[in-house]
């Protein structure tokens, strides 16, 4: 596991849509790689290596796929930003993981057009 970063930056609140994020998904050599977690969009191009094209964790690049880190799903179907559905013991990996990347990577914006059931959340 990497260690937590100490020269993170305050996080900033750019808007983007869910559609906007997909242009940073690791796929066009130059353009920096985002995942979003619970609306809160994490830089993670450092980890081109993980998040990158054709890489193990690429599926939750360019989008916003909390309910499938809170199932602990690599599967496309899960990679979606609604986890209104999620029981107890799956928010609580949601919620570790959006830690785990709030001491690891720079939050560059906001998810501004989140499904309603997890707009406020």
Do not use: C
Not at 38 to 51: A, C, L, N, Q
Not at 57 to 66: E, L, P, R
Not at 89 to 110: C, E, P, Q
């Amino acid at each position: 596991m990497q260690p937590a970063r100490a020269d993170l930056l305050p996080p900033k609140d750019d808007p983007f849509t869910l559609e906007e994020l997909k242009k940073y998904d690791g796929t066009v050599e130059g353009m920096p790689i985002y995942v979003s977690i619970k609306g809160d969009v994490f830089e993670v191009t450092h980890r081109s290596d993980v998040y990158g094209a054709g890489k193990s964790y690429n599926i939750f690049a360019g989008t916003d796929g909390s309910k499938g880190l809170g199932m602990s799903s690599l599967k496309a179907e899960h990679a979606v930003p609604d986890y209104s559905g999620l029981d107890e013991k799956d928010m609580k990996t949601l919620n570790d993981w959006h830690a785990f990347f709030s001491k690891r990577y720079n939050i560059v914006g906001r998810v501004s057009d989140l499904p309603d059931a997890v707009k406020n959340k």
